[in-house]
């Protein structure tokens, strides 16, 4: 999994099956790893950057150009149980914020296992939940950055989600969705679910 910072040409490439998980800031300029630019998601900061303990690996990354630049990570599991969150890093690799699905600010959640991750127009974030269960649509900037979500329980079991600035609409790839793999789609704009 992979993305790309087009302003400081970085790339974020997420190594999820390695124990511990890890992501690396590549310079495109060069193709060279930047100065400590290895981030660990094991909870034991050895390389000073924060990231949690992704117990279950990383997924999908994107990149968002607001607030000064940052990137979004899927993380399925957070300290050995839970249903996830999603972690927001500088363009440093510094881990600056993680959002638990399981805590109540949240909603909760019992479970999800975010995989697919897509931003949309409005810089809210679409986290396809790779186990039957929910989709989230959380906004990192509300309630002061702490954020907030909506579920759409409508599809879920996603690898992938992504996003059409043109229509405006999410589309999640659901392989484990009840009931059979579906392609859901979201209206960003209205933050309505279309269809399966």
């Known amino acids: 999994e992979m993305a790309f910072d087009p302003r400081d040409h970085l790339l974020l490439v997420a190594n999820n099956a390695a124990d511990?998980?890890?992501?690396?800031?590549?310079?495109?300029?060069t193709n060279t790893i930047v100065p400590n630019g290895k981030i660990t998601f094991n909870g034991a900061n050895p390389d000073g950057h924060n990231a949690p303990n992704a117990t279950g690996g990383i997924e999908?990354?994107?990149?968002?150009p607001s607030h000064g630049g940052r990137f979004?990570?899927?993380?399925?599991?957070?300290?050995?149980?839970?249903p996830g969150g999603v972690a927001v890093l500088d363009i440093s690799g510094?881990?600056?914020h993680v959002y638990d699905f399981g805590s109540a600010s949240l909603g909760a959640f019992a479970a999800c296992s975010p995989a697919g991750l897509a931003l949309g127009a409005n810089g809210k974030?679409?986290?396809g939940c790779g186990?039957?269960?929910?989709?989230?649509?959380?906004?990192?900037n509300a309630n002061g950055g702490n954020g907030s979500t909506k579920a759409f329980p409508q599809v879920s079991g996603e690898d992938m989600v992504w996003?059409?600035?043109?229509?405006?609409?999410?589309f999640l790839a659901a392989r484990l969705n009840?009931?059979?793999?579906?392609l859901g789609i979201i209206d960003g704009l209205t933050e309505t679910f279309l269809q399966n």
């Open 20 to 29: 511990p998980p890890f992501a690396t800031l590549i310079n495109t300029n």
């Open 60 to 64: 999908q990354s994107v990149w968002d």
């Open 72 to 82: 979004f990570i899927s993380i399925p599991q957070l300290n050995g149980s839970g």
């Open 94 to 96: 510094n881990v600056t």
């Open 125 to 127: 974030l679409m986290v």
């Open 131 to 140: 186990v039957a269960s929910q989709s989230i649509l959380l906004d990192p």
């Open 163 to 170: 996003f059409d600035p043109t229509g405006d609409r999410f």
């Open 178 to 182: 009840p009931g059979g793999p579906v």
